[in-house]
């Protein structure tokens, strides 16, 4: 069982900077695939960005340039650096991790962009 614990989410103008960190409950952390999906009412979950065991990443077209996935293996963690956010990155973020056979997510937490 892998259990992941987001922080970072909270209020902020449009234009401003966010990271979200994910800290996994795992000593398997570095062979997972990590990654941040998010969420709005009446939508369907959609992937943010996504960074694997070999450090491959994959954003999502609304997102390029702007969100910069990271992890250190050493901390079991995971971060989402958010820069240039706009009121359309209002969600509720949620971390993933996976592997092979196993596929785990946090909790969510809320990120909110006013105009």
């Known amino acids: 069982q892998v259990q992941l614990v987001e922080t970072g989410g909270c209020l902020v103008q449009a234009g401003g900077s966010l990271r979200l960190s994910c800290v996994a409950s795992?000593?398997?952390?570095?062979?997972?695939?990590m990654g941040w999906y998010r969420q709005v009412p009446g939508k369907q979950r959609e992937l943010v960005a996504t960074r694997s065991s070999s450090g491959s990443t994959n954003y999502a077209d609304s997102v390029k340039g702007r969100f910069t996935i990271t992890r250190d293996n050493a901390k079991n963690t995971v971060y989402l650096q958010m820069n240039s956010l706009k009121p359309e990155d209002t969600a509720v973020y949620y971390c993933?991790?996976?592997?092979?056979?196993?596929?785990?997510w946090g909790q969510g937490i809320q990120v909110t962009v006013s105009s």
């Open positions: 993933n991790a996976w592997g092979t056979t196993l596929n785990y």
């Open positions: 795992s000593s398997i952390f570095n062979i997972l695939h």
